[in-house]
């Protein structure tokens, strides 16, 4: 069988459980940068609608890699108010629509890890992932060096994005 590796993870999902463990709301890096009222340059937020938005992801498997997710803290599909969940899904098509412009991917990966178990790093607020991908993308560095390339500085990739948006 073979292994894949995804050790630079490890600190992430630590600070994520630590957080967790405090609050809901209190401990989510995702509301901490919501309410912050910091500007979406320093934040990484690509765009900001009424119930939902989108952010960068700050360990990306990939230039690109954006988030979208509903301002409120809510942590399943279920629990999405109608509004939510139309602006949500919106947001995720626009978001496939502004990578597709400024990177031009072979491909796309979308989806969400709802709960621990599943993989979600922040189990408590949900978000869903819009990865491009190309193929190749998972070269010798991933598989042989234990290391993801991402070769793109995540300002770079904010301006980007939101240039495409």
């Not at 709802?114 to 190749?136: E, F």
């Amino acid at each position: 069988m073979g292994r894949l590796d995804a050790s630079w993870r490890g600190e992430y999902i630590a600070k994520a459980t630590a957080a967790e463990a405090s609050g809901p709301v209190e401990g989510c890096v995702f509301c901490a940068i919501l309410t912050s009222g910091r500007p979406d340059e320093q934040t990484q937020v690509v765009h900001q609608g009424d119930s939902a938005v989108v952010i960068l992801n700050a360990y990306p498997y990939t230039s690109g890699h954006v988030m979208v997710m509903p301002r409120r803290h809510l942590a399943g599909l279920d629990e999405l108010a109608t509004n939510e969940h139309r602006e949500l899904w919106e947001l995720v098509t626009h978001a496939d629509a502004a990578i597709r412009r400024a990177y031009r991917p072979e491909g796309m990966n979308i989806g969400a890890n709802l709960g621990r178990a599943a993989g979600a790093g922040i189990p408590g607020h949900l978000h869903v992932h819009v990865v491009p991908r190309w193929n190749g993308d998972t070269n010798f560095m991933t598989s042989i060096a234990e290391a993801r390339v991402v070769p793109e500085a995540l300002d770079v990739t904010w301006k980007r994005l939101r240039d495409s948006w």
